[in-house]
C-alpha cells in the first residue's frame, strides 16, 4: 500500500538508546530508560505521577482498579470509543455503561452520561476520540456533583489540549497508548498518569505482582505484570525527543486535507470548541447515500488504505444485553471513516489522497 493509514516515525535516536540497553543488558523492566521516559512523560503532560506500563489497556485495567472499582460498580463509558476501554471495565467485574456521542466533536455526551448515573455509577471514562478532546469542564462537574471519578482515556491524544491544558490532566487519573500506530510509540507500551500520590502507590503495586513493600516475594495483593521493558522505554525516551515535531507535523496534515476537501460533501473531523486537537486520525464523514465498501475499495487500489470508524460497542454481540439506541454514535460509525494520518505524508501526497476521494 504506497498511503498506509498509519506507521510509525523512528528517525530520532531510537536504534542509539535500544543498542544502549543491549550493550549494558538491562532489557528487562529495570534500567534508566524505564525512569526516565515515566519522568519525561509525565511532566510532558503535567501530572506529578507516571507510572509505564506494557499497553494501553493494563493500564486502563490498572486505572479502574487503584480506584476500587470492581464487582458491582457502574462505569459510564461512550460506546463510541476502541474496544479496550470497554474491557477494561469488564476485567474489574463491574459493569460498562453506554453513553451517546455528540454530533459536533464526536465525544461522549455529558447530558446523557447525567441520564444514566444511578447509586451503582463508581466513574465515568472519558475518551478523547481520535484526538479530540472531550467536554472536560462539563464532565468535570458532572463527576464532583455526583462525587464520581472521572477516568481520561488518552490513548488517542497525546498532545491534545482542552482550554490550553493538556488532556489527561483533568480526571483522577488518565492513560496513555504507545501502541505503533498512535502519536508516539514504544512497540507495544502504556502509561499512567496521576497527581494522587496514594492512588500511583496503589498502581504501582498492582502493576508488579502486588509485591510488599516490607518483604522479599511477599506479596499482599493478587497483583499482574504488567510492567514496560527498558528496550521499549529507551524507544519512548527517543520518540519524546520528537514530540514537538510529530505533533505540528500531523497539525499541518490536517489542515492540508482540510484545505483540499472544503467544498465536498465529505465532513471533516475538526476542532469544535476552545481545544487543541492532535489529529491522531484524520476521519471524514460520508454522505449518507455514499456506499462506504466502494470507497474503500476504490482507494485500495489506488494504494490508498483508509479504515471505518469504530463500530458501537454496545452493538456487538460480546456486549449486546437489551436493545440500546445511540443515535449520534450510529450514524457516526456508519458513516465515519479513517483517512492515512502518519506524520511523514507530505501535501503532494495529501493532494494525491483527496482528488482520488474527490474522484470517487
Ligand atoms: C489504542 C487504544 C487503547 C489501548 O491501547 P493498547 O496499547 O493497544 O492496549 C485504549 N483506548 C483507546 C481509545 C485506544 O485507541
Known amino acids: 500500500m504506497k498511503y498506509p493509514v498509519y506507521q510509525p516515525s523512528l528517525n530520532g535516536n531510537e536504534k542509539k538508546y535500544v543498542n544502549e540497553c543491549l550493550d549494558s543488558s538491562w ?12 519522568d519525561q512523560f509525565s511532566n510532558f503532560v503535567g501530572t506529578k ?16 482498579l ?17 474496544i479496550a476501554s470497554v474491557n477494561s471495565i469488564t476485567y474489574t467485574n463491574a459493569k460498562p455503561v453506554f453513553v451517546d456521542s455528540l454530533e459536533h466533536t464526536w465525544q461522549i455526551d455529558p447530558e446523557d452520561v447525567r441520564r444514566k448515573i444511578t447509586s451503582k455509577t463508581k ?23 455526583h462525587n464520581l471519578f472521572l477516568i481520561e482515556d488518552c490513548a488517542e491524544a497525546i498532545g491534545s489540549k482542552y482550554k490550553g491544558q493538556h488532556v489527561g490532566t483533568f480526571g483522577d487519573v488518565a492513560t496513555f497508548s504507545f501502541y505503533g500506530n498512535k502519536t508516539i510509540t514504544t512497540g507495544e507500551g502504556g502509561m499512567v498518569l496521576t497527581n494522587d500520590g496514594a492512588l500511583h502507590d ?34 519512548g525516551v527517543a520518540q519524546l525527543e520528537q514530540i514537538d515535531s510529530v505533533l505540528s507535523k500531523k497539525r499541518q496534515i490536517a489542515d492540508w486535507y482540510r484545505e483540499f476537501l472544503k467544498d465536498t460533501p ?8 476552545d481545544v487543541f486537537h492532535s489529529y491522531w486520525m484524520n476521519t471524514i464523514l460520508l454522505p449518507e447515500e455514499m456506499d462506504r465498501d466502494d470507497l474503500k475499495q476504490f482507494l485500495i487500489d489506488k494504494g490508498i488504505e483508509t479504515r471505518p470508524m469504530f463500530y458501537p460497542i454496545h452493538t456487538m454481540p ?6 440500546e439506541k445511540h443515535q449520534v454514535a450510529d450514524r457516526l460509525a456508519r458513516r465515519g471513516m479513517n483517512l492515512p494520518s502518519f506524520p511523514e505524508l507530505n501535501r503532494e501526497d495529501v493532494l494525491q489522497i483527496t482528488t482520488a476521494l474527490k474522484t470517487f
Open 27 to 38: 532489557i528487562s523492566s529495570k534500567g534508566k530508560f524505564v525512569n526516565l521516559f515515566e
Open 49 to 64: 505521577y507516571g507510572t509505564a506500563v506494557s499497553n494501553g489497556t493494563v493500564a486502563l485495567h490498572l486505572a479502574l
Open 66 to 82: 487503584g480506584l476500587g472499582i470492581g464487582e458491582g460498580d457502574e462505569v459510564i463509558v461512550p460506546t463510541l470509543t476502541y
Open 123 to 145: 466513574a465515568v471514562m472519558a475518551v478523547h476520540l481520535y484526538g479530540h478532546p472531550c467536554n472536560m469542564e462539563a464532565l468535570k462537574k458532572l463527576c464532583d456533583d
Open 202 to 235: 496503589r498502581i504501582v503495586h498492582l502493576k508488579g505482582q502486588g509485591l510488599a513493600k516490607y518483604r522479599e516475594y511477599w506479596h499482599d495483593a493478587v497483583g499482574y505484570n504488567y510492567r514496560m521493558t527498558n528496550i521499549c522505554a529507551a524507544i
Open 266 to 273: 465529505f465532513v471533516f473531523h475538526s476542532e469544535s470548541g
Open 318 to 323: 460480546i456486549y449486546f444485553k437489551k436493545y
